[in-house]
């Protein structure tokens, strides 16, 4: 790597086919384009396709790369990401994104590359830029406690997670007391994602054995202790980059007829008094299920917005709700209803993004989680940071009642128990919309590439 304190790099960005990925690199390659430095952001044609688009704004420092996914059975040919497969399905989109090796190879020996920054899934990435002296580093889009759960390289590549089971406890390296862990209907429906060749487990643990070090969207303000025993667990650093927190994004124009719809409609309500409902793009509840959640949405009496897809809510539930709620089929404005002074708080699915979304304005969280990679960690720590409630399930297939999702509704919302919950939530905009505080995260791992790092750990000066 270079030895100048302050040069223009060129990064390129490779995460992982999944819209909760994509999106965190896109802010930290802006980010990084504002420094000065090119970035080449390589994905997929429909998902480049997508972000040309969704960013029509994005400047010509960073270049959208164009890799052409490879046909592998059982793959629809359109499929480019987890949104666009039911979850049985993710695991061939896991096989096609490891026939992409040859094709980024080709572009880092190509294109005097200084540092590319992955993702989990592309195990074979950093052993394949190290032999073109490329730097490499390991973004996870996941927080650190999550990423304590998982335990060092070694654990990961051929240790403890042999059955379902092994996941459902707090494991013996947190020397803290917690209650973060992962119930096994979560567990097994994890399980229905992950390639049957490489496990996750297995490229979490090569990614980060094998690249120079690791950057976590995460904060000392919120995770400290999680990110202090990362560094012990991964014998490298483990450096937080900041929660990357989203400005309210123009992603309607004023003059979209939905936008103005749902707006005319949140500016009649109390301040505080509706309750924002999305359960992100991927989470597909069973018809029961959805039945019981829009029960227990009802049963709350509280005024509310509901994402939904393909406007799949039970026959008959927006005729007893009407003007009381609001349904939004399909993609949402997320940051721009969450800015909304009526909303008061937000039943998630409890990804990581969503929830800096949320944190980010104060708002207190009705914790429902999707029950794939990380989210049932998220509900349980999140619950513990209280800053939220989860809703109570069965541990063993994930079942619940209209009754419990409405006195979780009530507890965060309105109910006197739950003024903690939102008195912290509140709290934590201080740290999750402190922009110059999780910008001043961002230039010191800026400074860090700038200056170069060596797989010693010891910065190059």
């Given at each position: 790597m270079g030895s100048e304190s302050k040069r223009s790099l060129h990064i390129a960005m490779f995460p992982w086919l999944a819209h909760g990925h994509i999106t965190p690199f896109l802010e930290l390659s802006k980010f990084l384009s504002l420094r000065g430095h090119a970035v080449s952001f390589l994905?997929?044609?429909?998902?480049?396709?997508?972000?040309?688009?969704?960013?029509?704004?994005?400047?010509?420092?960073?270049?959208?790369?164009?890799?052409?996914?490879?046909?592998?059975?059982?793959?629809p040919s359109s499929a480019e990401s987890t949104s666009d497969l039911d979850i049985d399905s993710v695991p061939y989109l896991k096989k096609a994104y490891d026939l992409l090796e040859p094709a980024l190879?080709?572009?880092?020996?190509?294109s005097r590359v200084d540092w590319v920054i992955h993702d989990f899934a592309s195990h074979w990435l950093p052993g394949?830029?190290?032999?073109?002296?490329v730097g490499s580093v390991f973004f996870s889009t996941f927080n650190a406690t999550a990423l304590?759960?998982?335990?060092?390289?070694?654990?990961?590549?051929?240790?403890?997670?042999?059955?379902?089971?092994?996941?459902?406890?707090?494991?013996?390296?947190?020397?803290?007391?917690?209650?973060?862990?992962?119930?096994?209907?979560?567990?097994?429906?994890?399980?229905?994602?992950?390639d049957d060749e490489v496990s996750d487990f297995c490229r979490f643990g090569h990614v980060i054995d094998d690249c120079d070090f690791v950057i976590v969207r995460s904060?000392?303000?919120?995770?400290?202790?999680?990110?202090?025993?990362?560094?012990?667990?991964?014998?490298?650093?483990?450096?937080?980059?900041?929660?990357?927190?989203p400005a309210i994004r123009e992603e309607v124009g004023d003059d979209d007829e939905k936008w103005k719809a749902l707006k005319s409609w949140l500016d009649t309500k109390r301040e505080k008094s509706?309750?924002?409902?999305?359960?992100?793009?991927?989470?597909?509840?069973?018809?029961?299920?959805?039945?019981?959640?829009?029960?227990?949405?009802?049963?709350?009496?509280?005024?509310?917005?509901?994402?939904?897809?393909?406007?799949?809510?039970?026959?008959?539930?927006?005729?007893?709700?009407?003007?009381?709620?609001?349904?939004?089929?399909?993609?949402?404005?997320?940051?721009r209803i969450l800015a909304h002074e009526a909303i008061g708080g937000f039943l998630t699915h409890c990804g990581w993004n969503s929830t800096i979304e949320a944190l980010s304005r104060g708002l207190p969280l009705v914790l429902f989680s999707g029950g794939s990679s990380d989210q049932g960690l998220m509900a349980r720590f999140l619950h513990e940071k209280q800053v939220g409630f989860e809703v109570p399930r069965d541990e063993a297939d994930g079942s619940f009642t209209g009754d419990v999702v409405a006195e979780s509704i009530r507890r965060v919302m309105v109910e006197h128990e739950g003024e903690l919950?939102?008195?912290?939530?509140?709290?934590?905009?201080?740290?999750?919309?402190?922009?110059?505080?999780?910008?001043?995260?961002?230039?010191?791992f800026a400074e860090i590439l700038e200056k170069g790092f060596t797989k010693d750990q010891k910065m190059v000066n």
């Open positions: 994905s997929t044609p429909n998902n480049v396709a997508r972000l040309a688009r969704a960013h029509p704004e994005l400047p010509p420092s960073i270049r959208l790369v164009s890799l052409p996914l490879p046909c592998v059975p059982n793959l190879t080709r572009f880092l020996s190509g394949a830029a190290a032999q073109l002296g304590t759960l998982l335990g060092p390289p070694s654990e990961l590549i051929g240790g403890r997670f042999q059955k379902p089971e092994d996941l459902t406890t707090v494991p013996a390296w947190i020397p803290y007391e917690t209650t973060v862990c992962l119930r096994l209907h979560e567990v097994l429906r994890h399980q229905r994602c992950m904060c000392r303000e919120f995770e400290l202790e999680p990110l202090n025993l990362l560094q012990e667990l991964y014998q490298k650093p483990a450096i937080p980059i900041g929660l990357l927190t509706v309750l924002y409902v999305a359960l992100g793009t991927e989470v597909i509840l069973s018809h029961e299920l959805t039945n019981e959640l829009a029960a227990g949405i009802e049963k709350s009496g509280l005024p509310f917005v509901w994402v939904v897809r393909n406007r799949l809510v039970p026959a008959g539930f927006e005729e007893r709700v009407s003007g009381r709620g609001f349904i939004w089929a399909g993609w949402a404005p997320q940051t919950i939102r008195a912290t939530a509140r709290a934590m905009k201080e740290v999750f919309g402190n922009m110059e505080l999780q910008n001043k995260y961002l230039e010191e």
